[in-house]
């Protein structure tokens, strides 16, 4: 049973009606001028409806030149207001309420999203992951960017926000002021803690010059930024106190910036611990007078729950919590926990996007900056809907289909639900893969669909059925390439090897494949396997990944002591040895007792032209059409649905 979560607190005198907070995350959903959308407050509104105590938006530009994203708000003048005014009036609609977040990037921005200015920065040091030089900031120029997160914070206060967020966290300007490891100036803003606060100092007064005493200003900061050289949880402990006194309403406890490394980012992925920050909130919340809120890795309400329980923070922020289901806060008031589609933390969709320089998605929830494109309501026109496949996109489109008012039934060849996704689940890391498939059966089962394990659709069962749809996600199969010796013993697949529906021998391994699924195999038997070799045709291994993912399988291969040959071509297999040709030509051999077979997917698509003989509304959808990755399938499952 949860005791805390759902319990009323004040951050100055707001008052918030839970402890779950929407932390700021960057969705690139409005224009290049700084004006709001109605689809950015459509997204953010359908996190109102779903119950959540306090939206903070993402980070306001203070100034049309500080800017990290191209498509992110602004409140630099006075065009801006009316737009953030109508945002506010909806979210008040419910109970929920909203702070602005305000910042500058600093040196993690890059001229082409910033109206083609440099960026500036405390030192003139390079961010290694957006590769802008940035110019040292003037006296002159910090004294106006402090003017600008006043008038900000004054026009935030005229458009109906409940409070304001500084961002002094991840490595922005703020940030870089406070760390050692991007301030290196030796004037007044520079060296000593008193100097390096000063800027806070500074902003921190200006605004409340203009919002007066009473009106909420909260400040975020980045517990340890996992640097050498960098702020540490000491440092935090010092900047904490220091913002108490200045009289701060709340301290948002956050962690790292764009150089840290992956597994302690900002958006943190699948291979981090849950709630790594709580530990150092508990020591802040100590320290201070005000409230404290913790975030990342924290996608479970009972976990938060505890979270608050043990005294570690007053309130939890979950971003990609919300951004996976908008209703978890209502679900888990319900105690509807199955129901709730949970974080994977894949990055594929809020991160991706975002580097992709379009905007913000999520692979578990293709509404996410789309809400106003359909109101999901029940349709005048229901037909009978046949799926054909129980994986990601099949189930997407089943339950989208079923939420609107369609008759639907899923139909799945195999004894389990999941497709390519269940496997994806069993390397070490990604055990959170498996709550997308339970949560969307949980659904289909509340929503009275029908679901046919173990049944494979043929010509007999459609013209049986006669469905008025059908959505044909069977999906693909693994690739097997021509290759002598493919089909021996010892060559299992990478599918049935995660499955356990083979048992891999002691002796030496030979992963052929060197993609996402080859490399999280051979990093999978790792756990009991001693001599593991991984073969690719190219130049690198896993370029299919997402690269911020890549870089923490590159290491966890690394530290698995697996052998890595690239550029070696597979040419034959026998009981006990691979052959490739390396890249100068060359015949070489590896031992190998076991080969995985890891060459990739195809895509399987055996009753497309059956089912058009029958029903004249038949889509194809995800690795049925082209074999790739779960987020597409998703989307298009989703997409199927809307257009029955």
């Not at 913000?360 to 037909?383: F, H, I, Q, W």
């Not at 040959?565 to 076991?594: C, H, M, W, Y």
Request: negative net charge; aromatic residues 6%.
């Amino acid at each position: 049973m949860m005791t805390e979560l759902f319990t009323t607190a004040k951050i100055g005198n707001c008052e918030i009606p839970n402890r779950l907070i929407v932390p700021a995350m960057v969705v690139n959903l409005c224009t290049e001028d700084g004006i709001i959308t109605e689809r950015y407050i459509r997204y953010i509104e359908e996190k109102a409806k779903g119950g959540w105590g306090m939206i903070i938006t993402e980070d306001y530009a203070v100034n049309e030149n500080a800017k990290g994203y191209q498509f992110i708000p602004g409140l630099y003048n006075d065009e801006q207001i009316a737009g953030n005014k109508e945002l506010t009036t909806r979210v008040h609609q419910y109970e929920s309420k909203i702070f602005c977040q305000m910042y500058h990037p600093g040196r993690q921005s890059k001229h082409t999203v910033n109206g083609n200015v440099q960026p500036v920065a405390p030192s003139a040091i390079k961010d290694p992951f957006c590769m802008d030089l940035p110019r040292e900031i003037t006296r002159e120029e910090i004294h106006q960017i402090v003017k600008d997160f006043g008038s900000c914070a004054k026009r935030a206060k005229e458009s109906g926000f409940d409070g304001i967020e500084i961002h002094a966290a991840h490595g922005y300007l703020i940030s870089e002021f406070l760390s050692p490891f991007t301030n290196k100036r030796v004037d007044e803003y520079g060296g000593c803690f008193e100097n390096r606060t000063r800027i806070l100092d500074e902003v921190y007064a200006e605004i409340r010059k203009n919002v007066g005493p009473d009106f909420p200003v909260q400040v975020r900061i980045s517990a340890n930024e996992y640097l050498l050289g960098g702020r540490t949880e000491a440092d935090t402990y010092e900047l904490v106190r220091h913002l108490d006194e200045l009289g701060v309403d709340a301290i948002h406890v956050s962690n790292g910036m764009y150089a840290s490394p992956i597994v302690r980012q900002i958006i943190a992925p699948m291979y981090t611990e849950h709630a790594f920050n709580m530990d150092t909130a508990e020591q802040v919340k100590k320290l201070v007078s005000c409230p404290v809120i913790v975030t990342n890795r924290i996608n479970d309400p009972k976990m938060a729950d505890t979270i608050l329980k043990m005294g570690k923070a007053d309130f939890i922020g979950m971003g990609r919590g919300s951004l996976a289901d908008p209703y978890l806060p209502e679900k888990a008031k319900a105690g509807k926990y199955e129901n709730i589609r949970y974080c994977i933390g894949c990055l594929q969709g809020c991160e991706a996007g975002l580097l992709a320089g379009t905007c913000a998605t999520c692979l578990v929830n293709p509404r996410v900056g789309r809400e106003c494109e359909n109101p999901m309501d029940k349709t005048d026109s229901p037909k009978k809907v046949m799926v054909i496949g129980g994986g990601p996109g099949g189930l997407m489109a089943a339950e989208t289909a079923a939420k609107i008012g369609h008759d639907v039934a899923v139909y799945e060849a195999k004894a389990q639900l999941g497709g390519q996704f269940r496997s994806a689940a069993y390397p070490p890391g990604k055990g959170e893969l498996s709550t997308f498939v339970s949560s969307l059966r949980k659904n289909l089962e509340d929503l009275n669909v029908p679901i046919h394990l173990g049944v494979e659709v043929n010509e007999e069962l459609i013209k049986k059925e006669k469905p008025d749809a059908i959505i044909v996600a069977t999906g693909a199969k693994p690739l097997v390439l021509p290759i002598q010796g493919i089909d021996g013993e010892n060559v299992v697949t990478a599918e049935d090897v995660l499955l356990g529906n083979v048992d891999v021998k002691p002796g030496p391994v030979v992963v052929c494949g060197g993609g996402e699924v080859g490399g999280e195999t051979a990093h999978f038997l790792t756990q009991s396997c001693q001599d593991i070799t991984l073969i690719e045709m190219r130049d690198d291994i896993l370029n299919d990944m997402f690269p911020l993912m890549k870089m923490c399988l590159v290491d966890y291969i690394k530290e698995g002591g697996i052998k890595v040959l690239t550029g070696a071509k597979v040419s034959s297999i026998t009981e006990n040895q691979v052959s490739f040709t390396d890249s100068e030509g060359n015949l070489q051999r590896v031992p190998a007792a076991t080969v995985v077979s890891a060459f990739g997917y195809k895509a399987y698509n055996p009753l497309e032209e059956t089912a058009r003989k029958y029903c004249s509304n038949v889509q194809v959808i995800g690795c049925a059409v082209k074999a790739g990755n779960a987020l597409t399938a998703v989307r298009e499952g989703y997409e199927a649905a809307l257009a029955l």
